[in-house]
């Protein structure tokens, strides 16, 4: 009896450490590095955009590295760290009225593991600030091309932590790519193979080669399509989001002028475009923790759009990509439908950035789960299923519109399902006969009445048996 009870109470408390695990990793922001070829204003300032709308969300990310390497403004040689630091130096000055948005007094001695939440100190982030590779093209990865960047990632990955780290690349991906050179001819086959599992990498575009219009540069000179020919590797090869993002910024500028130029320190360092808006930002709002979408599965659909796996733009190599066909519309028709709650939640932190107070989006709960993961739900066909976001709340008081909407992509059945009370804080949802050995993916979408109006998400994926 004795035995019997240790081992109940042994169960318990692994059960109770494994939940405490998996809600402290829960809480964790993701891991993100930034390979940027930021570049002046008078050159391509979109990068500097970008960097100031990332550095106005530094309490969702956990930003490991900004790396300054080439790319379509800048093929070699004029990688401009110091406009990194131009950020940074308004990022702080404006520090204490974003720490107001979460209530932060103070910073972490260690901010080596953070939360979501937690804005990152300026010497941290200034700490994490190097150059990478300064010379474009495949021909240059190997020996001798070693860079700060390329040591730092490789050091990031032999750290003791199992989230994986996203390479957002903006310009060319040469630093990881010689990150990966470097591992795979000093480490055994099996040590290189776990190093490339701990990377996700997103690309806007391929800009390890020189800028051309259509594509009269080979791909074959470009590292990227090396490094997708590596079936460890996570690779997502953005060619619409990014599209989108600069003509949809071109087209909606005024909003930019009005509500994010000259709002606080960051503001006045936001710059007007030259080709396009921001068109390196989606390749941080995928892996956004925002309730919507897994950044892992590629054809969930969210604030990046969609992906699926296939033939790349180089007509040779795989990836999960989206520059035509089906993958293309879907990606393009979610851009547009998110695009205006991107925009506000930009705009909000702004607002904090300027002046230390704002509107802060839903907390959104859908039954009793409080977390930012997808809410499994298996059940069996023609059965009705209860959706309960009342207890939703919000940190402002402000009053909450609802909506609950399939987005059919992301599942596997193509029939019609009815959702009851669809603009409700309930809603239910009845499955088909047929619904046997398919999957559902619905989003709870919580809007509150502030200025601007904020949203919030959560994603419910059902099957049945």
């Known amino acids: 009896m004795k035995r019997t009870h240790a081992l109940l109470a042994c169960l318990c408390l692994m059960a109770f450490a494994l939940a405490a695990q998996a809600q402290n990793k829960e809480n964790l922001k993701p891991r993100i590095v930034v390979l940027t070829d930021i570049a002046p204003n008078n ?173 009269t540069i080979a791909y074959s000179r470009s590292a990227h399509q090396w490094l997708r020919k590596f079936e460890d590797l996570k690779f997502f090869w953005d060619e619409c989001a990014w599209k989108h993002q600069n003509d949809t910024g071109v087209r909606n500028w005024e909003q930019y002028a009005t509500h994010i130029q000259n709002h606080g320190n960051l503001g006045a360092l936001y710059p007007k475009y030259k080709w396009g808006v921001e068109g ?54 979610y851009f547009a439908y998110f695009y205006p709650a991107i925009f506000n939640n930009f705009a909000a932190r702004m607002d904090w950035a300027k002046d230390g107070k704002g509107n802060r989006n839903p907390i959104v709960v859908v039954n009793k789960d409080k977390s930012l993961s997808a809410i499994y739900i298996r059940s069996q066909a023609g059965k009705k299923i209860t959706l309960d976001a009342s207890k939703t709340t919000d940190p402002d008081k402000d009053q909450l519109s609802y909506k609950w909407w399939i987005l059919p992509e992301a599942g596997n059945y193509t029939g019609e399902v009815k959702v009851e009370n669809n603009n409700s804080a309930v809603a239910n949802v009845y499955l088909p006969d047929d619904f046997t050995g398919k999957t559902l993916h619905i989003i709870c979408e919580v809007t509150d009445n502030g200025t601007p109006r904020l949203t919030g998400y959560r994603r419910i994926i059902i099957s049945a048996e």
């Open 43 to 215: 050159i391509e300032p979109d990068d500097m955009e970008s960097t100031i709308r990332l550095l106005s969300h530094a309490d969702l990310f956990e930003i490991e590295a900004l790396i300054a390497t080439t790319g379509w403004s800048n093929t070699g040689g004029q990688e401009r760290i110091d406009l990194i630091h131009a950020a940074l130096n308004a990022y702080e000055k404006d520090l204490p009225n974003l720490q107001k948005r979460s209530n932060q007094k103070a910073f972490h001695q260690n901010e080596s593991v953070q939360k979501i939440g937690y804005w990152p100190g300026v010497e941290y982030l200034r700490s994490v600030t190097m150059l990478g590779s300064t010379k474009m093209g495949m021909k240059f990865i190997g020996e001798n091309n070693d860079s700060e960047g390329s040591r730092k990632i490789i050091q990031l990955a032999d750290e003791n932590d199992n989230r994986p780290i996203w390479i957002t690349v903006w310009g060319g991906g040469n630093t990881f790519a010689q990150a990966v050179w470097r591992v795979q001819h000093d480490r055994t086959p099996e040590q290189f193979r776990a190093f490339l599992h701990k990377f996700r990498v997103y690309t806007i575009t391929d800009q390890d080669r020189p800028w051309s219009q259509g594509d």
């Open 280 to 333: 390196d930002t989606p390749s941080y709002l995928h892996v956004m923790p925002v309730g919507l979408s897994d950044p892992d599965v590629p054809n969930q659909g969210g604030w990046s759009g969609y992906f699926e796996w296939g033939t790349g733009r180089d007509g040779v190599t795989k990836s999960f990509s989206n520059y035509t066909g089906k993958a293309y519309d879907i990606g393009t028709k």
